[in-house]
């Protein structure tokens, strides 16, 4: 349901001092996707990177297929994509919001700054990347009852 725009910002900066070899470093950073019901498909991890590209103006993306649930219906296929830790249903205040409520696309992800301290914060060292991006949203989460950030 949220994204860190400032961590989206220094996604998109990376991105651009990689230019002479874009293609090569998009693949590197390719959205990890979930596929759903119709052939939809979900993105689980690397969300901030395929909104910087999109922020960019790039629209077409490299994505890697961790899952496919399109064979089952939808109820079910949320329920996967829940018991694997890819799905962190809470908004901009920390409030759970019921699976219906979730943005089906990346503009539509509200902001959240704790987001963004928590990946600045990891990339600073104090502590190693998650292999869930929910551990990620864990970390934010622990900022957001802790801190208060200047508006």
């Given at each position: ?11 998109a ?9 874009i ?25 901030h ?15 890697r ?87």
């Amino acid at each position: 349901m949220t994204i860190g725009s400032r961590y989206i910002s220094a996604k998109a900066l990376l991105t651009d001092r990689h230019s002479n070899d874009i293609n090569a470093f998009m693949e590197r950073h390719a959205a990890r996707v979930a596929l759903g019901p119709g052939r939809s498909f979900f993105i689980v991890d690397h969300h901030h990177w395929a909104r910087a590209w999109r922020s960019m103006g790039i629209d077409n993306v490299p994505v890697r297929v961790v899952a496919d649930f399109a064979a089952l219906e939808t109820d079910e296929s949320w329920e996967h994509v829940r018991q694997r830790h890819w799905l962190h249903p809470f908004d901009d205040r920390g409030l759970r919001r019921a699976i219906g409520e979730m943005p089906m696309s990346l503009s539509a992800m509200m902001d959240d700054p704790y987001q963004s301290l928590a990946a600045f914060a990891r990339r600073a060292g104090a502590y190693r990347k998650p292999k869930r991006a929910y551990e990620s949203f864990l970390r934010a989460s622990f900022f957001g009852t802790r801190l208060r950030l200047p508006a």
